[in-house]
């Protein structure tokens, strides 16, 4: 398992996302796969920086960890902000117009969708989101 600590901050994405192509890339993973984890993973660190510590900043942990049969990446996020769980969150009606739809959500209701697993925990004070993708 790997582990980048940073701050939870919009400027740091692009480390987010070195960090975790990184890691793709030493599993041959296809480019189609690798951007729908790049847009997962922007998705979630773009909301823990914007919503888990407002107004001010702090920290976050993103661990990666590869898995086999089925070969799979494990993407765990950790911060001790706000307690959040994005998947009590009721999924957006898609089948209505951009216009008629409430603002919010998509983003959290595509990295569900994209995702082959998604889970959340609160414990000792941290929210640990944690997606898994197939290779």
């Known amino acids: 398992m790997k582990e980048l600590e940073l701050e939870a ?20 993973c296809p480019m189609k796969v ?10 979630i660190f773009v909301n823990i ?11 976050a942990t993103i661990r990666a960890e590869v898995k ?12 001790h902000g706000v307690p959040y769980d994005p998947l009590e969150k009721k999924d957006p009606d898609i089948t209505l117009s951009a216009a008629e739809r ?6 959290i209701f595509m990295v569900k969708k994209s995702m082959d697993n998604m889970k959340y925990e609160y414990k000792d004070g941290h929210n640990i989101l944690t997606i898994t993708k197939n290779i």
Do not use: R, W
């Open 9 to 28: 901050k919009i400027e740091n994405l692009h480390q987010v996302l070195a960090f975790v192509d990184e890691q793709l890339e030493q599993m041959d």
């Open 102 to 107: 409430q603002i919010g959500g998509l983003g």
């Open 34 to 43: 690798q951007m729908q984890v790049d847009i997962a993973v922007e998705e």
């Open 68 to 79: 086999s049969d089925p070969l799979a990446i494990e993407l765990t996020f950790i911060d």
């Open 49 to 59: 920086a914007h919503y888990a510590y407002a107004p001010n900043g702090g920290p």
